[in-house]
């Protein structure tokens, strides 16, 4: 089985920063895609950044310039650096990874982190 831990969330002013890491454990062979969601109360959740293991990445138009995401795949993690928080971006965030274990391909969802943002 496969486990994702995150840490990192809090609350912030706006303008301030936080920083996110997720680290994978288990009967791991192989991590794909990493990437960090959230979701804010009534609403859908979203996808914020991709980051494949070669290290390219993808970002939510309303995070671009202020997030930055990142992997250390030796380590099994991923970090997303948040600066110039906005109220808007309060959510509860969580890591995905898409994983090879000795037996499968699988996706994997951390539990998931409250970021509070306030005005």
């Known amino acids: 089985q496969v486990q994702l831990l995150e840490s990192g969330g809090g609350l912030v002013q706006a303008g301030g920063s936080l920083r996110l890491s997720c680290v994978a454990s288990?009967?791991?062979?192989?991590?794909?895609?990493m990437a960090w969601y959230r979701q804010a109360p009534g609403k859908q959740r979203e996808l914020v950044a991709t980051?494949?293991?070669?290290?390219?990445?993808n970002y939510q138009d309303s995070v671009k310039g202020r997030f930055t995401i990142s992997r250390d795949n030796a380590k099994k993690t991923v970090t997303l650096q948040m600066n110039s928080l906005k109220p808007e971006d309060t959510a509860a965030y969580y890591c995905?990874?898409?994983?090879?274990?000795?037996?499968?391909?699988?996706?994997?969802w951390g539990q998931g982190t409250q970021v509070t943002v306030s005005s």
């Open positions: 288990g009967n791991i062979v192989e991590i794909a895609t």
């Open positions: 995905y990874a898409s994983v090879r274990t000795s037996a499968a391909w699988g996706i994997y």
């Open positions: 980051i494949f293991s070669e290290g390219s990445g």
